[in-house]
């Protein structure tokens, strides 16, 4: 990619705009970044720093140019408002708003796609809650809100996200927990290492000693990665977490289906119970009938745990469910998803355990 001196900046300073010219040469041409991620990159830089006047319309302009829509940079604006907060985000959007009818588009609406937050599905990792939960409790509610009402948002890759939450992080320098946490989910979101250096370099555009200090937490964190240490601990025993959650559901589930009992099941509920079985209404009122009914139809109705597993925020049952004494029974698995400790989602699926089977492996 060539870039041209810009007129505009040479109006203002003809030697400027040359310093701008070569530093923006050098930086655009790496290959290991996108466009899209240099245009989203830079658009940051301005959003953090304020520079939202020839610098945010040259980045803007230049999506749009390239075809990155203008909605997209909206969404650019609405992500990066929970990291460099909402007061610059607004302020970036005012100036955009000029930008978008200098280009001949007329700002857009977006629908209202959030409804009511509080219903929102939970997406902060479970390690991710416990670390921010050490620092502060209401602090971490606020983070969960925060991360439930982000996942909404279309039109960005998860690589493209973690990119643009460490871009924030180096320019405003909070390079401890969360610089890690966001160089993790870029690397998740298919960014190799070489990427994540390419942008931290291409952020240094907006100063260099903030860059360098980057570099430095990088290749810490890259040094602890690669210890021996750290391969020993990805091979060690189950995490704590992950043997509590079992333990939860399988009290749980003891509670609500062998013994039918209500309120000792929904001591291991969380805020919500968000249901996807479609015989069974949503939410705690729901389960409540839903344990009620058992009792009444299935006083006899007892469940067997064969197997129980657990993965992240996940934990998925393996039973052999009966329910009056004499029937085969079926074959049921159930997955749980757990915050904070507390059971909120529950899928199902079950099999009845036929008279005749074409192997003899058995279903369990």
């Known amino acids: 990619m060539t870039i041209q001196l810009d007129e505009r900046t040479a109006k203002l300073d003809p030697v400027l705009a040359q310093l701008l010219a070569h530093s923006e040469q050098q930086l655009w041409t790496t290959l290991a970044l996108t466009l899209r991620e240099k245009v989203f990159l830079s658009i940051v830089g301005d959003v953090c720093q304020q520079s939202l006047g020839l610098p945010f319309a040259r980045h803007v302009e230049l999506a749009h140019h390239h075809g990155v829509a203008l909605e997209t940079i909206r969404t650019v604006l609405r992500f990066v408002a929970f990291d460099?907060?909402?007061?610059?985000a607004t302020t970036a959007f005012e100036r955009l708003v000029e930008i978008e009818r200098g280009l001949g588009?007329?700002?857009a609406v977006a629908p209202d796609r959030l409804g009511d937050p509080r219903t929102l599905p939970r997406t902060l990792p479970p390690a991710i809650r416990a670390l921010i939960r050490s620092a502060d409790e209401a602090f971490a509610q606020y983070v969960d809100l925060?991360?439930?009402?982000?996942?909404t948002l279309e039109g960005l890759s998860p690589r493209e996200r973690g990119?643009?939450?460490m871009a924030v992080d180096v320019l405003?320098?909070?390079l401890d927990d969360s610089f890690r946490v966001h160089v993790t989910r870029a690397m998740r979101g298919g960014a190799p290492r070489e990427t994540v250096r390419a942008a931290i370099n291409f952020v240094s555009q907006f100063g260099m000693t903030k860059a360098w200090r980057a570099f430095r937490a990088l290749n810490e964190h890259f040094a602890e990665l690669d210890s021996p240490l750290a391969a020993w601990a990805a091979t060690a025993a189950p995490d704590a977490a992950l043997e509590a959650n079992k333990a939860t559901v399988l009290a749980f589930y003891e509670a609500a289906i062998n013994q039918r009992d209500f309120a000792a099941a929904a001591k291991h509920l969380g805020d919500r119970y968000v249901q996807h079985n479609p015989n069974i209404a949503d939410g705690?009122?729901?389960f409540r009938a839903?344990?009620?009914t058992l009792q009444d139809r299935f006083p006899e109705l007892r469940a067997e745990v064969k197997r129980v597993f657990a993965h992240d925020e996940f934990v998925i049952v393996h039973t052999h469910g009966i329910r009056s004494p004499g029937e085969l029974g079926s074959a049921i698995v159930d997955i749980f998803k757990l915050e904070d400790g507390k059971i909120v989602e529950h899928w199902d699926?079950?099999?009845?355990v036929p008279a005749q089977a074409a192997n003899v492996n058995g279903m369990f």
């Open 172 to 174: 405003y320098q909070t």
């Open 146 to 151: 925060e991360s439930s009402m982000l996942a």
């Open 284 to 286: 705690i009122p729901g």
């Open 349 to 352: 699926v079950m099999q009845p």
């Open 84 to 88: 460099a907060g909402y007061a610059a």
């Open 163 to 165: 990119l643009i939450a």
């Open 105 to 107: 588009h007329a700002p």
């Open 290 to 292: 839903f344990i009620a």
